[in-house]
């Protein structure tokens, strides 16, 4: 699967498609997937409530933030693969947060849901064929691809580890 064209691709998401450095779509879902997990895995739980600033979500809120979009993605990829022309809304990731109930979760139970919904959405963006990747529909007032959504789901995935060892982790 080739990348996407970044000219076709909404510039609210370009930095998470550019993200995805010289891999295709199902071997970004995976490596994205391991290499997070692997970092997630060896923090301390009290490292979970750990903001690296103040009204800066802290990490098992970031954790919440990253499954949130995930599933948006993935069902607006599951749409627009069957063939589903209903434009589809926009979602406050601001508004998600404080409703995600991070802090009553532990950041083990937080990566065993991660890993499974990382496997749910390789299983789903694995059965779609190359005409259902290359169908577009619209999120957010903007046109993209299903192959986009999966290259967005795993660039996200990699913006969010790039700020966690860069600004949560490196104190």
Same mark, same amino acid.
């Given at each position: ?36 997990? #692997? ?29 949130? &979009?995930? @599933? ?6 599951? @749409?627009? &693969? ?5 434009? +589809? ?19 083990? #139970? +937080? ?23 290359? @169908? ?19 660039? %996200?995935?990699?913006?969010? =580890?790039?700020?966690?060892?860069? =600004?949560?982790?490196? %104190?």
């Amino acid at each position: 699967m080739t990348k996407p064209d970044l000219q076709a691709v909404p510039t609210a998401f370009k930095h998470y498609v550019e993200n995805v450095k010289d891999q295709d779509m199902m071997a970004a879902l995976k490596d994205s997937s391991v290499k997070f997990l #692997s970092i997630i895995r060896s923090l301390p739980e009290e490292k979970g409530a750990y903001a690296y600033a103040e009204g800066k979500w802290t990490i098992k809120e970031m954790l919440c933030h990253m499954m949130d &979009a995930e @599933r948006i993605f993935a069902y607006r990829a599951l @749409r627009f &693969a069957r063939n589903d022309s209903t434009a +589809l809304p926009g979602f406050d990731e601001n508004s998600y947060a404080p409703e995600a109930n991070a802090a009553a979760r532990t950041l083990a #139970s +937080l990566v065993r849901e991660m890993e499974t919904l990382r496997q749910t959405t390789i299983d789903l963006f694995a059965n779609f064929t190359p005409a259902m990747l290359d @169908r577009k529909g619209t999120a957010s007032n903007m046109p993209m691809s299903v192959l986009t959504l999966g290259y967005i789901i795993s660039g %996200h995935e990699t913006h969010h =580890r790039k700020v966690l060892t860069e =600004r949560y982790l490196a %104190h």
